[in-house]
């Protein structure tokens, strides 16, 4: 939009996020500061906006964060057999729903692929 101050904004929204929705021991955003549930669709919209910060700035701190919870809802939510992800689990991958939704298969397809693109591994 060439006003530089929506990208200052969005770094301050981004370091924010990083404040008040991390969770740094297990290393992956919540959704809700009460409840350490969490679900593919409203997590990993994180790492998408961590992906879209690194576009716009080259912060590679960005994409730090949006790795590790991408690696963490792999963990918390992913079915080992099915590779189906559960709506909901706990932050260790305990108490997994049993409903698997469509939305949430479709999030996790998209901020893999998105980071896809800046992953050192092949």
């Known amino acids: 939009m060439n006003d530089p101050t929506y990208l200052s904004r969005a770094q301050a929204l981004g370091a924010a996020m990083n404040t008040v929705l991390w969770n740094a021991s297990r290393k992956k955003y919540i959704f809700n500061t ?6 593919p669709a409203w997590c990993a919209w994180g ?6 910060l690194y ?5 590679k701190t960005w994409l730090e964060y949006a790795r590790q919870n991408i690696d963490g809802l792999n963990v918390s939510n992913r079915n080992p057999t ?11 991958g305990s108490d997994r729903s049993a409903e698997i939704e469509g939305v949430d298969q479709a999030w996790m397809q998209r901020v893999q692929a998105l980071y896809s693109k800046y992953s050192t591994t092949k």
Do not use: G
């Open 82 to 92: 099915t590779k189906a992800y559960h709506f909901f689990a706990r932050m260790d």
């Open 34 to 39: 009460t409840d350490n549930r969490v679900n």
């Open 55 to 59: 576009e716009a700035d080259n912060n």
């Open 47 to 52: 790492s998408q906006a961590m992906i879209r």
